[in-house]
Each structure stands twice: as C-alpha cells, then as structure tokens.
Nanobody
Framework: VQLQASGGGLVQAGGSLRLSCSAS????????MGWYRQAPGKQRELVAT???????NYADSVKGRFTISRDNAKNTVYLRTNSLKPEDTAAYYC?????????WGQGTLVTVSS
C-alpha cells in the first residue's frame, strides 16, 4: 500500500498551502483518512480526519484555519492550510485507517517563516 503525500514547502506566516495524499482505490474507498504532523523534538499529533461519509474532526489548534477534504473519484485527501503560523512548522503525514490496520505515508515538510 502506498500513500503519496505532497504539497509542502516554505511559506511566510499568514500564507497558505494545500497538501495532497493519494492512495490505492481499494484502501482509500473504505478508510478514514487523516493528517498528522510532527514538529522537531515533539510527538506526532493529530491535525484532522475525515471519514467515508465526509464527517470531519480537527485539532483545536487548527480549527478555522485548516480544512480537510477528500475526492473519492481521485482517491485523494487534501489539507488546505490557511493563516499559517510558525508553530505549524512540521512534517505532515497522511494516514489511512483501514479497519484495524493503519497505513502511513511519507511526510511532507511544511516550514512557516515569521
């Protein structure tokens, strides 16, 4: 199973990025998809999740600034990040919860300069 994440980069505070993560159809169509992040020296933390029906869940720290969405036709989950802050700097990972099995993608680095 491959999860391919992309879209990270260097952005100034207040800027925006859109992260993307694609997965194989067999996994994506029946998985809760999520974005997590890990800053240097910190534990990996939940950013947002979206279930098969489109219900979403966000960490308090990103509510109102980030939006998770999924395109089932493209087997892709997105994370729109607006009003970025330096504390959002981290490696961002996508995850597929497929029943009791979790699949992780490689990280995409987001760096926010002040």
């Amino acid at each position: 199973v491959q999860l391919q994440a992309s879209g990270g980069g260097l952005v100034q505070a207040g800027g925006s990025l859109r992260l993307s993560c694609s997965a194989s159809r067999s996994i994506f169509s029946s998985s809760v998809m999520g974005w997590y992040r890990q800053a240097p020296g910190k534990q990996r933390e939940l950013v947002a999740t979206i279930d098969i029906g489109g219900s979403t869940n966000y960490a308090d720290s990103v509510k109102g600034r980030f939006t998770i969405s999924r395109d089932n036709a493209k087997n892709t989950v997105y994370l729109r990040t607006n009003s970025l802050k330096p504390e959002d700097t981290a490696a961002y990972y996508c995850k597929a919860d497929w029943g009791s099995i979790n699949y992780w993608g490689q990280g995409t680095l987001v760096t926010v300069s002040s």
